[in-house]
T-cell receptor, first 114, second 112 residues
Framework: DAGVTQSPTHLIKTRGQQVTLRCSPK?????VSWYQQALGQGPQFIFQ???????QRGNFPDRFSGHQFPNYSSELNVNALLLGDSALYLC?????????????FGDGTRLSIL | SQELEQSPQSLIVQEGKNLTINCTSSKTLYGLYWYKQKYGEGLIFLMM?????EEKSHEKITAKLDEKKQQSSLHITASQPSHAGIYLC????????????FGKGTKLTVNP
């Protein structure tokens, strides 16, 4: 039973560039959420995708955008990268319709901005 | 301000000792989740609590949600080096939402 997989594991970019992170949800899950975790902090919710639509969004600027594909996998895109975007980006998956169920997390993508 | 406050921020214990980590909210916790994270890695789900007064145990870890559903505790009995890591509480504070808010985490070190 495949868990949540994310790619790449590490990424180094420079300010102003754009980046795309990828996530495949756990088998059987159809909802994907993205979180940003800065060093020494807890994860912060970016947005959630279900049925290829953004369903909820946290307090992040429009530079952060996403996409969900028909196979439920998802991408997180960040434009005009800032030094403050350096963080661990976590993807979590769940099954829609099951209230208060645990989200399953991937190992994350470590993004470093120079 | 942080919506979920965890205490302590860090904890160093000797192997075999018991310990407790707390997670407090000013809002009702509709679903409370405990996760463990190794440095720089993903979150491993430990336990989920929903009802006031609920208590769950798995191996040597027990989690409780108080009656008012605004505070949770995680208790580890007879700690082992394998318990070391960062413990995070996450919660649905909106009711029926999958948007989780997290505390900053508690870093646990267990010395052999």
């Amino acid at each position: 039973d495949a868990g949540v997989t994310q790619s790449p594991t590490h990424l180094i970019k420079t300010r102003g560039q754009q980046v795309t992170l990828r996530c495949s949800p756990k088998s059987g899950h159809d909802t994907v959420s993205w979180y940003q975790q800065a060093l020494g902090q807890g994860p912060q919710f970016i947005f959630q995708y279900y049925e290829e639509e953004e369903r909820q969004r946290g307090n992040f600027p429009d530079r952060f955008s996403g996409h969900q594909f028909p196979n439920y996998s998802s991408e997180l895109n960040v434009n005009a990268l800032l030094l403050g975007d350096s963080a661990l980006y976590l993807c979590a998956s769940s099954l829609a319709g099951w209230i208060n169920q645990p989200q399953h997390f991937g190992d994350g993508t470590r993004l470093s901005i120079l | 301000s942080q919506e979920l406050e965890q205490s302590p921020q860090s904890l160093i214990v000797q192997e075999g000792k018991n310990l407790t980590i707390n997670c407090t909210s000013s809002k009702t916790l509709y679903g409370l989740y405990w996760y463990k994270q190794k440095y720089g890695e993903g979150l491993i789900f430990l336990m989920m609590l929903q009802k006031g007064g609920e208590e769950k145990s798995h191996e040597k870890i027990t989690a409780k949600l108080d009656e008012k559903k605004q505070q949770s505790s995680l208790h580890i009995t007879a700690s082992q080096p394998s318990h070391a890591g960062i413990y995070l509480c996450g919660a649905d504070i909106q009711g029926g939402s999958e948007k989780l808010v997290f505390g900053k985490g508690t870093k646990l070190t267990v010395n052999p």
